[in-house]
């Protein structure tokens, strides 16, 4: 499956001994977006497929779950026909970093499918190209590491980690694209949130945007709205 945009594309095609996708969800748009485009390839072109969505909760971000939740109820009731397994979820220990802890939770979740007779056949991940230099100048606080390389072109497939990034080369006004060319702009959309505020008190205990943040700044960047 071939999905365009106006200046790029994003391509759906397991090989046949696929069985197992894992999809690692977030909460945000980005990972949203991927799912959805899994349960369209799947519903279309895989039905001998299933995903396993799996999330990680940071002790600095205690709503990745929840929000998570939201995405994959309203993924089973837009695509009753898709497989989605039960959530795999794991808590972050208090001061444990986020990048390790996540590889340390998803490794030990993967094993114990195997051990289940679910063996995964490939982790998909929801990573974006972030905006140019220049459009992050007047944002005032946070973002990704420097060091991630995002804002070069990578190949999605990272075969050596059974890893697929199919968005890795878009950013969020190309994300933005994609949920309008679904007409998703007033629905999935409304299921996620972005914002990686740490206060509760500013964010109506996490429920709500602060739209100061990096995060928010880049929503609102790519979609015209928090």
């Not at 799947?42 to 909760?57: C, F, G, Q």
């Not at 190209?129 to 390389?149: I, L």
């Not at 409304?190 to 990686?196: A, G, I, K, Y």
Request: aromatic share 12%; with cysteine.
């Amino acid at each position: 499956m071939i999905i365009e945009l106006s200046n790029k594309s994003v391509e759906w095609n397991f090989p046949e001994d696929y069985k197992y996708i894992v999809m690692k969800i977030s909460g945000g748009l980005d990972s949203a977006i991927c799912f959805y485009m899994l349960c369209k390839y799947i519903r279309e072109e895989r039905k001998d497929l299933s995903v396993i969505p799996m999330t990680h909760n940071d002790w600095k971000k205690p709503y990745q779950v929840k929000w998570s939740k939201k995405i994959i109820e309203w993924m089973k009731k837009e695509f009753p026909d898709v497989t989605i397994h039960e959530h795999e979820t794991s808590q972050l220990e208090h001061g444990m970093d986020y990048i390790k802890g996540q590889a340390r939770d998803k490794r030990a979740i993967l094993k114990r499918l195997h051990s289940e007779g679910r063996p995964a056949s490939i982790t998909i991940h929801g990573q974006n190209m972030m905006p140019d230099a220049k459009v992050q100048e007047d944002w005032e606080w946070g973002g990704p590491n420097s060091d991630d390389e995002r804002d070069k072109i990578q190949d999605p497939w990272k075969p050596e980690w059974h890893m697929f990034r199919p968005i890795i080369n878009l950013n969020k006004k190309e994300i933005a694209e994609l949920y309008q060319k679904f007409n998703l702009q007033d629905t999935l959309f409304n299921q996620t949130r972005s914002c990686e505020n740490s206060s509760a008190e500013i964010t109506q205990n996490f429920e709500t945007h602060c739209g100061e943040c990096w995060w928010c700044k880049e929503r609102e960047w790519g979609f015209g709205k928090i």
